[in-house]
């Protein structure tokens, strides 16, 4: 049995107006990530741990930030972009795992959606796919609601 595990992470700031998608859902809330894609850090550290387990190269080689192409890129097409390649070089998501650390949007309300979501571009049960959300107690840098934080823990099978 071939497993490999792959860590991912992303860190947006929050600016007022913007939408703010996380895990490929619409939240709402006043203020949204900021980002060259629509800034969803969930989807972005997930990608990054498939790609990592996998052994091929991050979302910032793959879609570069300095690439037109991407700019304001839904980041659920590139997660399945993701999905793709991580297949292609012979390998099946057994499951992944997230933290999403901000103080607001709260996650909570909204993480049944962001799992079925995730699980549906993923091919997926729900069940494996699980997302956390994480107050930051109105410590450090991230304190305010000032950004979105997420780690990304994925498990694949190779073949």
Do not use: W, Y
Not at 44 to 54: K, R, T
Not at 66 to 89: I, K, N, P
Not at 148 to 153: F, K, M
């Amino acid at each position: 049995m071939n497993l490999r595990i792959g860590t991912g992470f992303d860190l947006h700031r929050l600016e007022e107006g913007r939408p703010c998608i996380l895990g490929g859902v619409e939240l709402p809330h006043p203020k949204g990530p900021v980002g060259h894609s629509d800034g969803d850090a969930l989807l972005h550290a997930i990608s990054d741990a498939l790609l990592g387990a996998a052994g091929l190269d991050d979302i910032g080689t793959l879609f570069p930030d300095t690439d037109d192409e991407h700019a304001g890129a839904d980041s659920a097409a590139l997660l399945a972009e993701v999905v793709a390649r991580v297949r292609a070089a012979g390998f099946r998501i057994v499951n992944v795992d997230a933290v999403v650390a901000t103080e607001g949007p709260r996650i909570a309300p909204h993480r049944g959606a962001i799992r079925a979501r995730i699980a549906g571009i993923l091919e997926l049960d729900t069940g494996a796919v699980n997302v956390k959300g994480k107050s930051l107690e109105g410590l450090g840098a991230l304190a305010g609601g000032t950004a979105v934080a997420v780690q990304a823990v994925a498990l694949l099978r190779g073949a």
